[in-house]
């Protein structure tokens, strides 16, 4: 059996993210997790750089412009103040792992799946496959079974295009005349290298291979011939409402599982590291507001119901709407609201520039039925 003040499970962005900000504390912390060090996921997280986080120095990508295209007109969103950043989870990874093999009060331990969590007089036991571990509080990021009303699913290739990337635009949302609300994302990379991703925001889960000729015929047209670096599919759940607190006290849930992502983007990164923020000053005894539970989150969270609505139920109309956002906002307001930043003033503006009655009936909608 082994004793530490703190358990962390999942070695993943929220997991990871949380232990760095403890590092070479007083706190005894356990990192469990059931992969293994050398197999992980790869991931490129994207974002504006609207929040001081400790990874600044991981970022290996930096746009000052990106696009939002609709019927192939293309709307600029000037990210001059806040550039799109981008940090690979590869380069996360090695520059947490070194950092804890090098702390004092650090343990992490692959291939060890937190299997079940039991209640004690002073803390929490947890039941892995090869050891029992007894710790005072759990912060646990393990994936949960979220009910959400549409999904984010996703299928992105990373490539080398044969000709330069540097006339590649880069674009947050080119959208497709599906009838679902469907997209495709183009990060180009310093290195020539560039990020294709096709994106659906669906109530049914589509597999890669439903995704593949799509996005193969789009690299054709766009971009044109290049060789494959690699693959990655993704389903996010995208849900307004809060997963319900852990029914054990001392054990809270951190990252996806806690509902950080942001509902109607998919965006989690930044929330994660806002959240990490919070439990690690929480842990310390320090004083402050969990970033999620504020009133402004909670008013994001309702138009972000709303916006789903829309997405589910009209989303040729949903298209309009962003589109809408785009044109009629200032780009630091929709960079803050996007981003899960936004002030009142930010919030109040987008509002009023939403097209009036569709965003009424579904607020109605909204406040009548409560089921998305
Ligand atoms: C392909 C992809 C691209 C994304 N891109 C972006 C982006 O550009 N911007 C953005 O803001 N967000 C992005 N996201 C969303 C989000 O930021 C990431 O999914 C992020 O990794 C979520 O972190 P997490 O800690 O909640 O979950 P994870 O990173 O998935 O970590 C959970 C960890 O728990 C481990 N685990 C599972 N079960 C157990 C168990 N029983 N015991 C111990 N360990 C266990 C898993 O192995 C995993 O390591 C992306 C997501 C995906 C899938």
Partial sequence: MKKYDIAIIGAGCSGLSLAHRLLNSNINVCILESGNRENRIRKTWSYWDIYQHPFASLESNSLNNIYCINNSLPIK????????????????????????????????????PADDLIAEDKGIQIKSSNNIYRVKEVYDSRPDN????????????????????????????????????????????????????????TPTIHTSDELKKTLDSYI????????????????????????????????????????????STGYTFLNIQKQSEFFAKKI????????????????????????????????????????????????????????????????????INMPKIIFIKYAIKSLINRKI
């Fill in 77 to 112: 969103l000037n990210c001059d103040k806040h550039n799109y950043k981008s940090i690979d989870s590869q380069q996360f990874d090695k520059y947490i792992f070194e950092k804890i093999d090098a702390s004092e009060n650090i343990d992490i331990f692959f291939n060890a």
């Fill in 146 to 201: 979220i009910d959400a009303p549409m999904y984010q699913v996703f299928l992105g290739y990373y490539i080398n295009p044969i000709s330069s990337t540097d006339k590649i635009m880069p674009r947050l949302m080119d959208f497709t005349q599906d009838k679902e609300f469907s997209f495709y994302y183009v990060i180009p990379f310093k290195d020539n290298s560039c990020l294709v991703e096709y994106t659906f925001f």
């Fill in 220 to 263: 054709e047209d766009t971009i044109g011939q290049y060789n494959l670096i690699r693959s990655e599919y993704g389903v996010i759940p995208m849900t307004p409402k809060l997963p319900a607190l852990d029914s054990l006290k001392n054990v809270h849930k951190i990252g996806i599982r806690s509902g950080a992502t942001r509902a």
């Fill in 284 to 351: 310390r005894g320090i004083n402050s507001k969990n970033p999620l539970l504020t009133i402004k989150a909670k008013v994001l969270r309702k138009m972000d119901g709303i916006l789903l609505r829309i997405i589910k139920n009209e989303p040729k109309q949903a298209k309009h709407i962003i589109f809408k956002m785009f044109t009629s906002n200032n780009h630091q307001t929709i960079i803050r609201f996007l981003s899960d930043i936004p002030s009142i003033f930010d919030i109040l503006r987008i509002i």
